[in-house]
C-alpha cells in the first residue's frame, strides 16, 4: 500500500506553497526571496548571544511580553493590540482560521502572495479573487461584495510592490463592516503608510507584520497581528489551542533589540529605498517596463524578452531572481533589492543579456 493512501481527504487535495529557492551554492548574487541584504543591528546579535547563555533549560514567555511592549512602545499602541507569532506566515495562517472560516468567500487580488490561496484550501475557505486593474493596481472598490466573509490584501503588494494609500484603505474598511480586512504589511516600510494607525477606528482592521524583511531578521521567524482586542484575543485562542511557545526565548530577544535600535532599522531601510530606485532607473535604461514598487523589490518585464529565459541565463551566470509562472505576470520578473554591489551585478548581466 502507498503511503499516501494514509493521507486525509484535505491533504492529498493540498498544493502547498513552494518558496523561493535557497540554493546551497557559494559566491551567488541572490535576488530572489526578498531578503534584507544587510546584517541585523548589532544589538540584536549582542541580545541572541545575552539569550543564549542563560534559561535555555526554561521555556520561553508564552505571551512575549516584553517583545509585545517594545512593538507597542515603537507604533505608539496598547500591548494588548499586539500578537506575536513564529513568522507572520504562522500569524496569517491562525487569522485565516480564526476569521474566514465563515462560509462566504474570501476576497483577494488575483495577483498576490501565493500563500493565500493554499490556506484557504488547508481551511476548507472558498476564495473570490478581484482582479488587478490594467495597470497592475489595487482597485479597492472591487472589493464591495454584500456576501464577503472577509478581505486579505497585502500592501505593498506582492509580487508588484504597488501600494494602497491610507484614504483608499479606509474606503475598503468603511465598505466591509461586517468582516475582518487583513492587510498583510510584510514590506511596509519600504515606502507604503502602514494602517496600524488606523487600528482604534476600524474593529474589523487586522494588520499583519514581519521582522523578515525591513529588520533583516527572515532567519529568526517572527511575525506580528495589530488589532482591537476582541481580534487579538481570537488569534491567542487559536495559538494556545495550536502552540503556546510559538517563539522561543532567543527570538524574543532579538526581536526586542531590533525595535530597540531605530537607528540602524532607519539606515537600513533608507540604503534599499535608494538602491531600489537607482536599479529602477538603471532597469528602464535597458528597456524594462517596471511597476512602481514601495516594497524591497521591483516587478521588471523586458517587451522583447522571454522573463523565464532570462531568469534561467541568470541563474547560469550566478544571479537568481523569482519567475512565477502564473498568469499575468508570466513575463515578469521579480527582483529583491540587494546591495549597489549586487544591483550593478545584476544590471551588468541583464545588459549583456537584453542586446
Do not use: W
Request: glycine fraction near 6%.
Amino acid at each position: 500500500m502507498s503511503g499516501s493512501a494514509f493521507f486525509s481527504p484535505v491533504v492529498a487535495g493540498l498544493t502547498p506553497y513552494v518558496p523561493g529557492e535557497q540554493p546551497r551554492i557559494a559566491n551567488l548574487v541572490k535576488l530572489n526571496t526578498n531578503e534584507n541584504p544587510y546584517p541585523p543591528s548589532a544589538r540584536v546579535v549582542q541580545a541572541i548571544t545575552t539569550a543564549a547563555s542563560q534559561g535555555l533549560q526554561l521555556y520561553p514567555d508564552t505571551e512575549s511580553t516584553a517583545l509585545r511592549q517594545a512593538v507597542a512602545r515603537h507604533h505608539g499602541i496598547d500591548a494588548s493590540q499586539v500578537f506575536v507569532g513564529n513568522g507572520s506566515d504562522e500569524v496569517l495562517a491562525h487569522a485565516f482560521f480564526a476569521f474566514f472560516q465563515q462560509g462566504k468567500p474570501l476576497l483577494m487580488p488575483d495577483v498576490s502572495y501565493s500563500f493565500y490561496a493554499v490556506y484557504c484550501r488547508l481551511y476548507g475557505i472558498a476564495a473570490q479573487m478581484v482582479p488587478l486593474d490594467a495597470a497592475m493596481q489595487i482597485d479597492v472598490r472591487g472589493y464591495a461584495a454584500a456576501n464577503a466573509g472577509g478581505v486579505v490584501i497585502a500592501n505593498p503588494n506582492a509580487p508588484t510592490g504597488c501600494a494602497l494609500a491610507l484614504g483608499e484603505v479606509e474606503q475598503l474598511l468603511q465598505s466591509q463592516p461586517g468582516c475582518v480586512v487583513l492587510l498583510d504589511e510584510a514590506y511596509v516600510d519600504f515606502g507604503a503608510a502602514s494602517a496600524i494607525r488606523l487600528v482604534d477606528r476600524y474593529p474589523n482592521l487586522l494588520v499583519v507584520h514581519t521582522l523578515s524583511k525591513s529588520r533583516s531578521l527572515a532567519g529568526l521567524r517572527v511575525g506580528l497581528a495589530f488589532g482591537q482586542r476582541p481580534l487579538v484575543d481570537a488569534l491567542e485562542r487559536v495559538k494556545n489551542s495550536f502552540n503556546s511557545y510559538p517563539l522561543d526565548r532567543l527570538a524574543q530577544a532579538g526581536a526586542v533589540a531590533a525595535y530597540e535600535d531605530t537607528a540602524y532599522f532607519e539606515q537600513t531601510r533608507s540604503a534599499v529605498i535608494r538602491s531600489r530606485e537607482a536599479l529602477v532607473a538603471q532597469l528602464q535604461g535597458l528597456d524594462f517596463q517596471v511597476l512602481p514598487s514601495s516594497a524591497n523589490f521591483v516587478l521588471a518585464s523586458h517587451p522583447a524578452q522571454d522573463a523565464a529565459t532570462l531568469a534561467a541565463r541568470l541563474r547560469e551566470v550566478g544571479i537568481l531572481v523569482r519567475h512565477f509562472r502564473l498568469p499575468r505576470i508570466e513575463q515578469y520578473l521579480r527582483i529583491s533589492i540587494g546591495t549597489p554591489a549586487q544591483c550593478d551585478a545584476l544590471v551588468q548581466a541583464l545588459g549583456r543579456l537584453v542586446q
